[in-house]
């Protein structure tokens, strides 16, 4: 039998994780501190955010869910809604910088319960140059 390959590791080295304080955004962020523990890949948490009242409470639900398992960068990206929109600022990162991958959830704090995938998620899953992982 042969040693375990880790060929998946070398797709995930770097991971961009979205999370506005959704359920879902906090699921994909326990799935790259799995590929963090698993993997060794380096995760980057952004917060993208218009007035970015609730950076604190993002904070504390970042911790709980990464709680010591691994280490990684936050990023708090303030954007003005008017001019631009998060999934725009989200692919000016992804352009800007190498990550191999961007996981997210695949809706967020929006209201409408009734749809399956965000604007900001389906954005990104057709425009990233990178592979998208949507979290549900």
């Not at 955010?49 to 639900?61: A, E, H, P, T």
């Not at 998060?86 to 000016?92: F, K």
């Amino acid at each position: 039998m042969s040693e375990p390959s880790y060929f998946v590791s070398f797709w995930m080295r770097k991971i961009l994780v979205p999370v506005d304080g959704s359920e879902n955004s906090l699921r994909a962020l326990d799935l790259a501190v799995d590929f963090g523990m698993r993997y060794g890949s380096k995760v980057t948490i952004i917060h993208v955010c218009g007035d970015c009242n609730n950076v604190n409470d993002i904070q504390s639900l970042i911790e709980k869910r990464v709680n010591n398992k691994i280490e990684y960068e936050l990023k708090i990206l303030k954007v003005n809604i008017k001019e631009s929109s998060i999934s725009n600022e989200l692919l000016r990162v992804l352009s800007e910088e190498p990550y191999d991958a961007i996981i997210m959830g695949a809706r967020g704090t929006s209201l409408n319960s009734d749809i399956n995938i965000g604007s900001t998620a389906l954005a990104l899953a057709i425009n990233a140059p990178v592979t998208v992982i949507l979290v549900r």
